[in-house]
């Protein structure tokens, strides 16, 4: 099925990965915790916008941002972005739109591309309905990915903040008013 779905998105390159972030939509009210793994990690975490994830009107994953405190979202300071899925997805698939998603937006240096994709590959895991990835970014250049609670990997490259989570959160990113929800921004 991963092989077939990558076929279908690559014949449409106007879609490709679409899978993980077009058609964001709001996700209803914010939970009223953090997941536990932002213990220790964002002082008082508390939700700052959520969205939901969809393609071709299919729910594929509801996506909640937390910072500090619930403080407006900023590129300058910790936040996490939690994704709980409402479908199975393959660890390629998953690194595979990632990066298509961050190259479309040029928020990595593509000589940088291979050595991101293989430490991705690594941090990614398989997903089935109801599994969260929660990727928390305490520095410009790190971010620690855990899955359902339990870390992955912790992933450093110089701007990795920017450039991964900009596919969800940047104003360029395939869903603008989804991304300007999660941000905590009104949407026009």
């Not at 077009?22 to 002082?43: C, F, H, K, N, Y």
């Not at 594929?60 to 910072?67: N, R, S, V």
């Not at 990727?135 to 899955?147: C, N």
Request: with cysteine; aromatic share 10%.
């Amino acid at each position: 099925m991963e092989r077939k779905m990558r076929r279908f998105l690559g014949i449409r390159g106007a879609l490709a990965a679409v899978v993980t972030v077009v058609g964001m939509a709001l996700a209803g009210p914010a939970p009223a915790s953090s997941p536990p793994e932002l213990a220790g990690r964002i002082d008082s975490a508390a939700a700052t916008g959520a969205a939901r994830g969809t393609f071709l009107a299919l729910p594929l994953f509801d996506a909640e941002l937390f910072t500090e405190g619930g403080r407006p979202f900023s590129w300058s300071e910790p936040f996490a972005l939690s994704l709980t899925y409402r479908r199975s997805f393959g660890a390629g698939l998953l690194v595979w739109a990632s990066m298509t998603e961050m190259q479309r937006l040029r928020s990595i240096d593509p000589g940088a591309a291979n050595a991101i994709e293989a430490r991705l590959d690594q941090c990614f895991r398989t997903v089935q309905r109801g599994d969260r990835i929660t990727a928390v970014s305490e520095t410009p250049d790190r971010a620690t990915f855990f899955l359902n609670g339990q870390p992955t990997c912790t992933l450093e490259h110089p701007g990795f903040r920017r450039a991964f989570f900009s596919i969800w959160l940047d104003p360029g990113a395939r869903d603008p008013a989804g991304a300007a929800r999660l941000r905590g921004a009104a949407s026009s």
